[in-house]
C-alpha cells in the first residue's frame, strides 16, 4: 500500500492539469480557523472518533461499587 | 513536542496508561457491574485527528480555499477513511475488533484525487479545489496526525516492534537503553505478542519522531509556496519509512514476508 500509494499520487499530479492558486498566507489561514462551524465541525470529529477508536473491544471490567463506611 | 514526546514516551507503555474511564454499563453478580473500558487509544487517536484536520484546514484557508469547499473535502474524505481503518484490517489481518493507520491514510491518498474532482464539479470553478496544493495540505497533515497518533499506540500496546532479544547486534545496542518495557496483561504486546516487560524496539516512538520532523519540514514548504516540494518531502518519508519499518514490528501485519501495507 505505502508504495503504491506514491507511485499513484505521483502520477496523478504528473496528469491531473495544474490549477493557479494562491500563495500561501498563514494569517488568512488561522483567520478562517476562526469560524463557529469550523470550530464545531472540529468538536464533532473528535467526538465522533473517541466514540469509534475509543471504546475498547478487546477489554472488558467488572466494577463494584460501596459506601464508605469511615466517612458516615 | 519535543518536551509532550519525553513525557508520552516514559509513561504511556505503563500499564494504568490504557484505560481512562470505566463506564457502568449492566449489572453482573450482585453489586458488581460490567463496564465499558474508554481507552487512551480513543482520546490521543481522537485529537491526533482533530489536530490534522485542523492543520488541513488552515493550510487549505492560507491558500484562500473556500471554507465550505474546505469541509466538504475533509468530511467526504472521512467518511472513506474512518471506515477503511476498520475494513482493511479485517481484510488484511483478518481481526474484526482491530485499526490499521497504514489502510486509512492508503484509503486517503488513493481517494482524494477523486473527492476533489467530485467536489470541482459541484462547485463554481471560482471555488475549485487545486490538486496539487489539496495533496499536498493532505499529505502534510496526515504526518501531524500520525506523529501524534502513534503516541495512542503506546497507550494500547498495538503496533509494537521487535524485541530487541531477536534484534541485530548493531540494533541491541542502538535502543540498550532507549526501548519500551510495556507492562499490563490488558495491553496488547501482552495478549498477543506474549512480550509484557520485555525489551523492544520502540518503533511507534521512532515513527512519531519521523513523521512529526516530516510535518515540520512539510509545513516550512508549503507555507512558503513550495507546495509540489511539501507533498513529495512528505509523503516519500512517511510512506518509504511506513515500508522499511515493517521488518522491526513485531505484531502481526497478515501473511507473507511482504506484508499488504508495504
Redesign the interface.
Known sequence: MAVVGIVYLAAVTTYVPSSSFAAPDPLMGLHSLWDPAVLLFLQSIWVGMFLFMGRSHMTGSVLSFFVRKEHL | MFLLFRWAFAILPREQW???A?L?QHR?AS?????????Y???I???A??LA??NM????????IP?ST??WFV?SL?CLT?PASKIIANVVEKKV?T?TI??A??TG??MA?VVAVVINRMHHPSD?L????V?SAL?ISFALGEGIGRL?CISYGCCYGKPLSACAPIMQTLFKTLHFRFTGA?K?IA?AGNLESIPVVPIQAITAIISTTVYLIGMGL????R??SG??VS??IT??W??VSEPWRADHRGHGSIS???
Do not use: C, D, E
Open positions: 490504557q484505560i481512562l470505566v457502568p453482573a453489586n458488581q457491574w460490567h463496564g465499558l473500558n474508554l481507552t487509544y480513543g482520546f487517536t481522537a485529537s485527528v482533530t484536520v485542523g484546514l488552515f493550510l487549505l484557508g492560507a491558500i484562500h471554507l474546505s469541509l468530511l472521512m474512518v475488533f485499526f497504514g489502510g491514510s492508503f491518498l488513493v484525487p475549485a487545486p490538486i496539487l496544493p495533496l499529505v495512542a490488558t496488547k495478549y508549503f507555507l512558503t509556496g507546495v509540489a507533498l513529495f509523503l516519500l510512506q518509504v511506513r515500508a499488504m501495507y508495504q
